[in-house]
């Protein structure tokens, strides 16, 4: 079974510009979660869908932050305009309904100059 | 504000004993915890987990140990092995609350095992 698969792997950019990541979850996952871990800190919350729906995004930092899940299968998350604070590695996770262990992909590192 | 806290921020151990990791939080409403094992660029691998409702749980080499009324929870490796060497994430959530599955990390712990 394919894992979480996240695209691209890296991506810099400048300030200003703007980036989409995309995840591909687990099969039949009907959770799916996007992280961000920034300067080697504690990995924190962004936003959760199930399915299609987000049901809680009270981690998003600000508008320039848009995550969809149309269809409720792969996520993208674009930001736009990048800031430099926004450099970090965003990971998506999945997990099945009703179950709290949540599977990582691999991260995107994202490097705004 | 630190709702869950490793304070460890690096341990290191000789191949062969045991490892424990610490994890503290002060939220009273998590109910379910989870250790992830993470490589360098590769993304968080889960590893072991614990309901609140048990005070261990046991996978192979490696035991978490729950203390709900210290909010204090641990995890034992025996014995601890050179490919173990990783960052060590805690993280926990409340399982089944208005925030299912969101999940509140610490700041991880590199563990070193050497040979």
């Known amino acids: 079974e394919a894992g979480v698969t996240q695209f691209p792997s890296h991506s810099v950019i400048e300030k200003g510009q703007t980036v989409t990541l995309r995840c591909d979850p687990i099969s039949g996952h009907d959770n799916l979660y996007w992280y961000r871990r920034v300067m080697g800190k504690e990995i924190k919350f962004l936003l959760h869908f199930v399915k299609e729906s987000k049901q809680d995004e009270s981690g998003m930092p600000n508008n320039r932050f848009l995550a969809e899940r149309t269809g409720g299968t792969y996520s993208t998350l674009k930001v736009q305009p990048a800031e430099l604070e926004d450099s970090g590695v965003y990971f998506c996770?999945?997990?099945?309904?009703?179950?709290?262990?949540?599977?990582f992909g691999p991260g995107t590192r994202l490097t705004v100059l | 504000d630190q709702q869950v806290k490793q304070n460890s921020p690096s341990l290191s151990v000789q191949e062969g004993r045991i490892s424990i990791l610490n994890c503290d939080y002060t939220n009273s409403m998590f109910d379910y915890f989870l250790w992830y094992k993470k490589y360098p660029a590769e993304g968080p691998t889960f590893l072991i987990s614990i309901s609140s409702i048990k005070d261990k749980n046991e996978d192979g080499r490696f035991t978490v140990f729950l203390n709900k009324s210290a909010k204090h929870l641990s995890l034992h490796i025996v014995p601890s092995q050179p490919g173990d060497s990783a960052v060590y994430f805690c993280?926990?959530?409340?399982?089944?609350?208005?925030?299912?599955?969101?999940?509140?990390f610490g700041q991880g712990t590199i563990l070193t095992v050497h040979p």
């Open positions: 993280a926990a959530t409340e399982a089944g609350g208005t925030s299912y599955g969101k999940l509140t």
């Open positions: 996770a999945s997990s099945q309904v009703n179950t709290d262990t949540q599977y």
